[in-house]
């Protein structure tokens, strides 16, 4: 039997021979503009504004409305003591509750529109809302 040689070199070569195509100036044009596109679509879809972003924090007797870029604290009154949410750095986070499992702390930070942490035994909630601004014109001082 006839051994055969298996080197990088000769499969690069082959590849190379095999997928040789010659291009011309329109062709690079082309593949640019496609380029360009691609990057443009992409910008557009994944990099849209928070200008409308809202931070919702409901409790029991209570809700409070805050801008995303808001620095604050507020402390949420529920049926088994105070739970205090923070908002800062365009992110919102339970920092401390009195429930028993404190998943809610554990859960960390939320940032992103349809995010949520609640906590449960002590109906604290908080969501970031996205969408059109609020028309009634309630806000966190209002309250």
């Known amino acids: 039997m006839k051994k055969t040689s298996f080197s990088l070199a000769a499969v690069f070569s082959l590849f190379s021979k095999s997928l040789a195509v010659?291009?011309?100036?329109?062709?690079?044009?082309?593949?640019?503009?496609?380029?360009g596109a691609v990057v443009f679509s992409s910008a557009a879809v994944y990099a849209k504004p928070r200008d409308n972003a809202r931070v919702s924090v409901r409790g029991q007797?209570?809700?409070?409305?805050?801008?995303?870029?808001?620095?604050?604290?507020?402390?949420v009154s529920?049926?088994?003591g105070d739970t205090v949410v923070a908002i800062h750095g365009g992110r919102a986070r339970v920092l401390s509750s009195?429930?028993?499992?404190?998943?809610?702390?554990a859960q960390g930070d939320?940032?992103?529109?349809?995010?949520w942490i609640a906590c449960l035994p002590n109906n604290v909630f908080a969501?970031?809302?996205?969408?059109?601004?609020?028309?009634?014109?309630?806000?966190?001082?209002?309250?």
């Open 22 to 35: 010659s291009l011309k100036p329109l062709d690079a044009v082309v593949a640019l503009l496609s380029l």
């Open 61 to 75: 007797d209570s809700a409070w409305i805050f801008p995303v870029d808001a620095e604050d604290t507020v402390t």
């Open 78 to 80: 529920g049926p088994l």
């Open 98 to 105: 009195p429930c028993g499992n404190q998943t809610c702390v």
């Open 110 to 115: 939320i940032k992103a529109s349809g995010q």
């Open 127 to 143: 969501i970031i809302e996205s969408g059109a601004p609020d028309r009634d014109g309630l806000d966190a001082t209002t309250w």
